[in-house]
């Protein structure tokens, strides 16, 4: 298993590091849902923010974080306690799910009808990963581009660096289905059971492990990503999954797999 016959990536937390833009956008959300009175973010608070974005499964906790983050909260009980205690804030400020998610959508949306460079400018690259695409679009191997990110903002942040990615390799948040849904038929299509999939989140990884028919999809979770401490070590002991670095990815596929 040395070498995939076909290759899938992530995009956020893999490729790319948006961690600059969700802050800015979590903290005008959370302005705007619990009014505090100031709009400028207290100092330290990005560089708090940062680390704990891996505990956020869907949008309307990002506001949230930071809600938690300003009233006290510290970054342990965060980690190990996350899921139940993020919806109390929300209660006490009688507020929604929906609204919080709502209000996060629109912040974006309206930046982005504003001026979509700036927010475009908010990403950067992790070190490596565009000569490595590059060089692996150049190869024999099909390689995707799977995301819960819109694939026209995929497309033009990687056109942005110089890459030209192929638009139909690119399978983002508009398909509207599971990623091992999209591996399956990936799979099918090239006729492919050497397959590679890099990953940043382990619910994502647990999924595509759960499937029957994708057994021989070898999975990688991206330890430079959006993961914490336990999800690689989790990794660690398990044969299933394997932890990647990017020293890693960037060398010989012989190099991916302990």
């Not at 993020?86 to 919080?100: E, G, H, R």
């Not at 819109?150 to 509207?176: C, H, M, Y």
């Not at 647990?206 to 914490?228: I, S």
């Amino acid at each position: 298993m040395t070498t995939p016959q076909l290759l899938a990536f992530d995009f956020d937390g893999v490729i790319c590091d948006g961690l600059i833009e969700y802050f800015q956008t979590a903290w005008q959300a959370y302005c705007q849902l619990f009014k505090p009175p100031s709009n400028q973010p207290p100092e330290g608070l990005a560089e708090r923010f940062y680390p704990l974005r891996p505990v956020i499964e869907t949008g309307w906790e990002m506001p949230v974080l930071v809600a938690a983050l300003v009233k006290g909260a510290s970054n342990a009980q965060i980690i190990e306690q996350w899921p139940e205690m993020a919806l109390p804030y929300l209660d006490a400020a009688n507020l929604t799910k929906a609204q919080s998610v709502q209000t996060l959508d629109g912040v974006r949306d309206q930046w982005i009808q504003r001026d979509l460079q700036s927010w475009l400018d908010l990403h950067r690259f992790y070190p490596g990963m565009i000569d490595r695409l590059t060089a692996l679009l150049a190869s024999e191997i099909p390689i995707y581009i799977v995301s819960t990110k819109e694939g026209r903002f995929i497309k033009a942040l990687l056109a942005q660096s110089g890459l030209d990615f192929p638009t139909e390799r690119i399978f983002g948040k508009e398909v509207k289905r599971p990623k091992y849904e999209t591996l399956r038929l990936l799979k099918e299509k090239h006729a492919a059971q050497r397959i590679w999939f890099v990953e940043d989140r382990l619910p994502a990884l647990k999924a595509v492990a759960a499937q029957p028919d994708l057994a021989k999809t070898a999975l990688f979770l991206a330890d430079w990503g959006y993961n914490l401490d336990p999800d690689r070590e989790t990794v660690r002991q398990s044969s299933r999954i394997h932890l990647l670095s990017l020293q890693q990815i960037v060398q010989k596929f012989g190099s991916w797999i302990s």
